[in-house]
């Protein structure tokens, strides 16, 4: 075991995140543009599935696999955003019973 390759690839690791925190102090990355990126990703799987499963219905689409990936694509990013949203709201309690 080569105990100096762990460590350097943890000083890697570290690097890579240093200048992902320099790049977005650039970027200058607004969190209220992210979540409404993300939101609208989330919209934009549940209508695609939505789609599919209609095309599927009317014949136009053969294949079953295309529409359950898409279907279960729709089911995790709403999934995702729901535990966001649960996160986000028990980080605002927490922060609203801290005693100044």
């Known amino acids: 075991m080569n105990i100096v390759g762990l460590q350097n690839s943890i000083l890697v690791k570290d690097h890579k995140i240093s200048e992902l925190n320099k790049n977005v102090g ?6 209220s543009e992210l979540l409404t990126k993300s939101l609208q990703k989330v919209s934009d799987d549940q209508l ?6 209609n095309l599927f ?10 529409v359950t990936i898409a279907a279960m694509k729709a089911d995790l990013s709403i999934n995702l955003a729901v535990e966001v949203t649960n996160r986000v709201l028990s980080a605002y309690n927490e ?3 801290l005693q100044l």
């Open 26 to 31: 650039k970027e200058g990355i607004n969190f």
């Open 95 to 97: 922060i609203m019973r």
């Open 48 to 53: 695609y599935a939505e789609h599919m499963d």
């Open 57 to 66: 219905s009317l014949g136009a689409i053969d294949n079953i696999s295309d």
